[in-house]
């Protein structure tokens, strides 16, 4: 005990006497070096473990020179249930590796000098971006030009030689409307994202592929856009409602959006699947705060943040993956917000 009634905090040669190893192998195994076998590493971190260690940053640091921050540069967004997931599965995988993340929100306009002062000021080993930060060329080149490693969560083009990770969005949104068709529905609205999101328009391709190969209505008038928040598909879904013929169903590239859809159906004295139906994308609360309960599609968030770092991570150790861009399969979440056309919907 030290003085104060304080614990002695256990140091790596503590680790090393525990597991009868050396410090240098305690120290390449916390550094995640390549060429420790399996054994050998569990051995460590056993001990470790036992021992409550935790290595202290700034020696980590020293040692490595390396800083063990992981930067996530993020938009300010509307609403924040997607990027909070975002934030919990980046912040899991810098955890289970003892990384520190940090977080940068931004406007989609920041600039480079901002980019170069966060990742200086921070010293962060590497940058996570998710979308649309990662499509932003001045971001990307700014962080190739700093030698800043990073990875793209939901980026518009996938370059092999960069670390992406990203849901399946085409045939996600391909499979929904075919399932809105099921139920009887052959003219089904859509409502668009922001347009600076590279799942806008995969989302939309997906729509309209369905469109063709089902010979539903391809009245374009039947494509409106929004920009994945609440008060853009209140005012798409009017617009919708509005047509001589409205649609029986109406498809919103995300949740809020049709949350909003639901509210201009209340507004024009209509009722929510007897008159039409509307269903979401991403199944974020909002899904199960509306009523009725929204059928939506659910994209594994959560995973592709944690994988996406994991990879930075394990890029940074020394152990580039061997598969640089991961696409993430989604499914649908059926609930009350769909129902059978009954009747011809004008």
């Excluded at 192998?25 to 056993?46: G, H, P």
């Excluded at 980590?60 to 609403?79: C, M, Q, T, V, W």
């Excluded at 249930?81 to 929100?105: D, F, I, Q």
């Excluded at 909003?260 to 609360?285: C, M, R, T, W, Y």
Aim: aromatic share 6%; glycine share 6%.
């Amino acid at each position: 005990m030290q003085s104060g009634g304080e614990l002695k905090r256990s140091t790596i040669t503590d680790v090393a006497n525990t597991a009868g190893v050396s410090i240098k192998t305690v120290s390449r195994v916390f550094n995640q070096e390549k060429y420790v076998r399996e054994a050998m590493r569990m051995r460590v971190l056993d001990a470790a473990a036992s021992l409550d260690y935790v290595p202290h940053p700034s020696a980590r640091s020293l040692a490595s020179r390396r800083s063990y921050n992981i930067g996530l540069i993020l938009e300010n967004p509307h609403e924040f249930s997607y990027l909070k997931r975002v934030v919990e599965g980046a912040y899991a995988a810098c955890e289970s590796s003892n990384y520190t993340l940090l977080v940068r929100p931004a406007e989609v306009s920041v600039s480079r000098d901002e980019i170069t002062k966060f990742v200086r000021q921070s010293r962060v080993d590497g940058i996570v971006l998710p979308a649309p930060m990662g499509d932003r060329t001045e971001i990307t080149d700014t962080l190739l030009d700093l030698g800043t490693p990073f990875a793209q969560l939901s980026p518009r083009h996938v370059r092999s030689d960069w670390i992406s990770v990203r849901p399946n969005d085409e045939e996600a949104t391909y499979q929904l409307a075919r399932y809105v068709s099921s139920f009887g529905h052959e003219r089904i609205g859509f409502i668009e994202g922001d347009p600076v999101h590279g799942a806008t328009e995969r989302r939309r391709s997906g729509f309209l592929r369905c469109v063709r190969d089902l010979a539903l209505d391809s009245d374009p008038n039947l494509v409106v856009s929004g920009m994945f928040d609440f008060e853009s598909g209140n005012a798409s879904a009017r617009k919708l409602l509005e047509l001589q013929e409205k649609p029986t169903a109406i498809i919103a590239s995300n949740d809020d959006m049709a949350a909003g859809a639901i509210v201009a159906l209340n507004q024009a004295g209509l009722k929510p699947v007897e008159d039409v139906s509307i269903v979401g994308f991403d199944d974020s609360p909002t899904a199960t705060r509306t009523w009725p309960f929204l059928t939506t599609v659910r994209q594994p968030i959560f995973e592709m943040a944690r994988v996406a770092a994991s990879l930075l991570i394990d890029s940074l150790a020394g152990n580039p993956p061997q598969e640089m861009n991961l696409e993430f399969g989604c499914e649908i979440v059926a609930r009350d917000s769909l129902g059978r056309r009954i009747g011809v919907g004008n």
